[in-house]
DNA sequence: TTGTATGCGTTATCAC
DNA sequence: GTGATAACGCATACAA
């Protein structure tokens, strides 16, 4: 009768198998220290004979190493966070790494509790896009007992971390120049923007400095719509601050609602800040019964998938996601595997470009 | 100086800084055996104050247990999958339990490399959507070694596994008596069918029994084309072989160009295998310049996200992604919370139903 | 109720 | 080159 748990050959099982020491096994199947060729063959075929897979709990006993990392994003489901996910497993898989994946919901408890978890499984490292700017002492935490972390897309701005995000500002800007190059001059823009009040929004809007290459402090619909703002000011044109939707929570019901009362001040096109936004955008726009382009251009910055299928076809700022989930997983492996030349723990933080998609969805005026 | 490696605090440190024995220190911090309310008190302090996170690997060593999964699908970024991936994430979630993830791009030498390293990592049990029915030595191993395996979507028929998944054949016969229904005699079926050789499509359409309750031993395309034929013998409509495309790979240009060959036959209608095909199949309709619904109907077998923004949206058969990851789930969890009373490995096939969505892109004749 | 001792499967440190 | 043996961090049987 074969027992209840599942068996596995240990290295005791191989090393009685070939005749040898479990010493002697255990540097012919891990690759490290001298072994004999004819007992390194004899051992390699017991071990193939039993199956022998080597226990990494075992391992990462002793190394505090556990070949995997923990990734957080908010919504599994999201095509842009798929996207990356992919990218990310993929390149791991090629490293000998595995990932661990939560989803948050856009819940900060939730992912405390992740955090909890990959330090429990001892992770050697986390890519995070995180839930709440505000706050994030589980992420400090996390750093600060030794961990490391990459931020992507969103990014807390003070906590060491190594960052890997698209230019938003620069990305954001050129898309409002093409719009601006057909000749619009009233260019909505629905971003979540939650960061900003509604009240200080002018002011805002007046505080944005021409350049800025510093680390941009802000949600990455803000760091979009000061892009905006720089194609507007570069052109010389005023920004008509009924144009700018700020749905305060992310989600296409809200982004939906407040296009409706953006398309109200008669825009001749729009820009969304994200592919949600471009999600709530287009019912309104359906429900408000526009024609894209000849009653409304649009640019939605996210490429989903479905803007090729729509009629006309929607011109798109595309994500580099798979270069984003390359360069974090990237950074990360490249940590776990050094040396003990204690290097000087320096944090990376990449910016990417995207690139626009032309299509058909912009109507010259 | 802080050292190169993290350094976590063990039960050693907490039942020194609380002053009682490490086991003590255990029971008190992993709920098992007495403990003293006051001594539990300190040692929860203690705890605390170091930010003590037990070390599931050493945990993992002495139960055999890893509190992790392992999952394995062909893409993560395809709609289908990250979907069903999130329900299984979030349930595990909600069960302690961590998920690994895999992405094999439909190459089977990747799988093998994911079960092996899920054997290494002693997962608890395995979610898969496997590559290739014909090559499935490898899971019959992980399965012979004790390992419990619930297949999704796609069914290795002479494994010993579970199996959660849509009732293919009855899912797609609904699909095509609603285009039946509305006058619809000439359907066209765009499917991957690699395992009908082309020769015997005739054959194969004149083998279908009009019921089997029986585990179909086949792909998801080839049970969908069960359905399409049950429907069409009920009815009395003969079927005409040229209206069934065969890509033979799953890949959406594949679908499109078969697409246009049963496009060239004149149908009135049709019917994708899935997400993929549907991709390619509208590529094809654009392509032939046909208009939908005048020109053609149009069911897509998979609702992706962008068929409701197309104009018009476009009638679809949703798979039910959320319950099919958490039935999987739920069978490993119950599996691995299983107590010592031997139960006698049961192997649960689920099979579950979808709606119809309909919108518009169905015309009556 | 608490403490002591032993083992899980590897790797590392020594002698041989 | 090879083989004992001691860790790694936790859980468990058993003694106190």
Chains 1, 2 share one sequence.
Not at 300 to 316: C, E, G, I, K
Request: proline share 4%.
């Amino acid at each position: 009768m074969p027992g209840n748990k599942q068996k596995h050959a240990t290295l005791v099982d191989v090393a009685r198998a070939a005749n040898v020491s479990v010493a002697t096994a255990g540097r012919a199947l891990g690759n490290y220290g001298y072994v004999g060729a004819e007992a390194k063959d004899k051992i390699l075929k017991a071990a193939h004979a039993l199956n022998y897979r080597k226990n990494l709990a075992a391992q990462s006993l002793i190394s505090g190493k556990a070949k995997t990392f923990g990734m957080i994003v908010s919504d599994i489901g999201i095509e842009f966070y798929s996207n990356i996910i992919k990218s990310v497993v993929n390149y791991c898989r090629g490293h000998g790494y595995c990932v661990l994946i939560y989803d948050t919901h856009e819940s900060v408890r939730i992912e405390r509790e992740a955090l909890a978890i990959f330090q429990q499984h001892r992770v050697d490292g986390i890519i995070v896009s995180p839930a709440d700017f505000r706050n994030a002492d589980h992420l400090r935490e996390f750093v600060s007992s030794g961990g490391r972390v990459v931020q992507i897309d969103r990014c807390v701005p003070d906590l060491e971390s190594d960052t890997v995000q698209l230019d938003n500002r620069r990305a954001a800007r050129e898309c409002t120049r093409k719009l601006i190059a057909a000749g619009h001059r009233r260019i909505g823009y629905i971003g979540e923007l939650s960061e900003i009040r509604p009240a200080s929004l002018r002011k805002f809007m007046a505080t944005s400095q021409p350049v800025s290459d510093a680390r941009q402090p802000f949600a990455p619909s803000c760091q979009r719509l000061f892009g905006y703002l720089d194609a507007h000011r570069e052109a010389g044109i005023e920004v008509c601050p009924d144009l700018i939707g700020r749905t305060g929570q992310y989600s296409d019901g809200a982004a939906c609602k407040e296009t409706g009362k953006v398309l109200a001040h008669a825009p001749t096109a729009l820009l969304t800040a994200d592919g949600l936004m471009t999600v709530g955008a287009f019912r309104a726009i359906r429900a408000h019964g526009l024609r894209i382009p000849e009653d409304l251009s649009f640019i939605s910055f996210d490429d989903l998938d479905w803007l090729q299928f729509v009629d006309p076809p929607v011109t798109a700022f595309a994500h580099p996601c798979s270069r984003i989930g390359e360069e974090a997983a990237r950074i990360l492996i490249k940590w776990a595997n050094r040396g003990e030349d204690a290097s000087p723990l320096h944090h990376e933080h990449v910016r990417l470009a995207g690139s626009l998609i032309e299509r058909e969805s912009i109507r010259m005026l």
